[in-house]
């Protein structure tokens, strides 16, 4: 009887052999070693020195292409020492205050005991020091501990942006509970969506949004206790006046028996999304304090910058990044209720601002105001924030003489931040080429068509080259609160967001759903929200490259482009919408400008005028895409003026009549 060997076995033998092949270095590596090996033996039997030799392996290193990776370590390394500093002294910041159980009322504390009478906030003229802010949270705090406010409640904050703002989440922390910070522009079943969604036992609402809650009343639960803070109107039905009531309220720390750890919830803040409705993303103490530490840090701040802030307080951005930098490290920040182009360098001289936050909206109605000395007047050095868009940056450091830029790119509640610390045209960020397993974020190959990320066959995701553009994802590591992923409070929602083997076997990562392209040096640019690409005519149309063609064409106006199906074709004609107010847009300007600037296929077919902006505006001022793509181009559905491009014409935009319409869906018409 012959021995004959189980198939499961060879099966099992080869794949322990690829194993072990794949554990080891690359070939070319080894060869490279080999090459070192000998290069050193021989001059060592040449009777050369021991220094002789180490630059002779060296030369031999360079030559067989380690020159490149010296070059980068020579351009990069500066950058990545300062960052790593940056990043060690975080950690070791947070692994004490863990220790101590410090959080962000406890850092609050320690900065009003070393400037208890440095001012705060300015806020529409007035001046509040640190020490009014802490006696008028804890007037807060002890209100609704008495009411029975208890550590991990929740309580839903819809005010437009103020000191009273932060004072009432402030208030809340210092008592153990959550606030849910809600978008002031959300009205009926969005708002009461997301009071529901955070499971708020209370709200307490601005008085100046009196009219939404009292439309939205039936909407929200019946039994929803509900407090006015501010100019109070009785039409809203069992709403109390919260003013009087705080005046009895006691100013000295509230009772706080259990004091909320650095790993707790601190409140939560809404994340838009692609799709669906605003979804509750829980901020940990450590995370507010991370964040607003590490740009501090990055962007070498002084804790006498003064910081004026026009974006809304219920977002990261203005919440986080800007108020942080008053409560962690006593900066002044001035807050606007809304962002005003025409009086924003006016508010900088007057209030002597060094620093601004942006976000690329802002940045282009600033640049589309007329030119003014007042654009060189003040003392701003430093803006910071997201969504610059290339195409006016440099632009916009120079009409406005700012000298840096500060751009990253963050989620709220990702692990993928990425920051631009060195002033690099462009970049939102860089991640360290030298060493990247000390900051595991990176970009990877994605399904044009699924979205979902490539995998190579032992199923582990494949890294991008530098110039390739990839998803950025950030590897998770339990326990290190820098690269946790604290979720959502809807759980569902927070699965959605990570998937298995990324960087190794095993692992798991945050996906941010942002493609981004990376250069050799590690510097990352803003391509694409994933999905926000569509085909024409067999070609790929980046949607944000449209915007800004577009957006600079017809000098800096919002547009906002997105594909429409038309019966009987593939894939999607691209369609851009543009804010036109003052109906000012020149068209033939226009289609000129394109012709120059894009290639034909992803010039728009249709173009739309809005002319009223308000309902298809978000707070942060984006323009509504999925509405806008859901209404498409029948001009017996939209009001708005609607154009297309008359290829018998060549290329210019023509009216959209009902005739064209009917001409082009039958595909009588070519377009
Ligand atoms: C701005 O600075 C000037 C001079 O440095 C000073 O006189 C003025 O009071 C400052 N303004 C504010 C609002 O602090
Ligand atoms: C631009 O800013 C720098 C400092 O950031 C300042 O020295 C220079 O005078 C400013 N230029 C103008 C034209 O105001
Ligand atoms: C911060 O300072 C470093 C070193 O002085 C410099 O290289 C870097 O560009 C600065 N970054 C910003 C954002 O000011
Ligand atoms: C579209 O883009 C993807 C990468 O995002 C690329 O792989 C593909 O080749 C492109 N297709 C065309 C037709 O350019």
Redesign the pocket.
Known sequence: MGFEMPKSFIFRLARRLRQLVRSLPSFKMSMRLAVYAVTALVLRELGHGWFLTLLGVFTAYLLSGGYKFMRILYYTF??DA?ALKVLINAKLKMKSLAKTDGNIVYLFRQTLRKMPYKTCFIFEDKKWTFKDIDEYSNKIANFFYEKGVRQGDVVAIYMESSPDFVCMWLALAKIGAIGALINFNLRMESLAHCIKAANAKMTVYGGELDKAVAEARSLICNDMTLYCLGTYNSDVLQASHLDPLLQQASNMPPPTDHLTKFKDPLFYIYTSGTTGLPKAAIVINSRFFYMSYSLHQ???MTDDDILYCTLPLYHTAGGVLGVGQALVFGNTVIIKRKFSASKHWDDCIKYNATMIQYIGEIARYLLAQPESPKDKAHKVR?AFGNGLRPQIWEAFMKRFNIS?I?EFYGATEGNANVVN???KVGAVGFTTMIAPQLYPVTLIRVDEQTGLPLRDENGVCIKCKPGEPGELVGKIIKGDPLREFDGYVNKDASSKKITQNVFAKGDSAFLTGDTLVMDEFGYMYFRDRTGDTFRWRGENVSTAEVEASVSNIVHLKDAVCYGVEIPGNEGRAGMVAIVDEHQSVDLDHLADGLKKSLPAYARPVFVRLIKSVDEHMTGTFKLKKTLLRKEAFNPSEVSDAMFFKDVMSGGSYKPLTKDVYEAICNGTKRV
């Open positions: 500066p950058r300062r990055m962007f070498n430093l840096v500060g610390s060195d002033n």
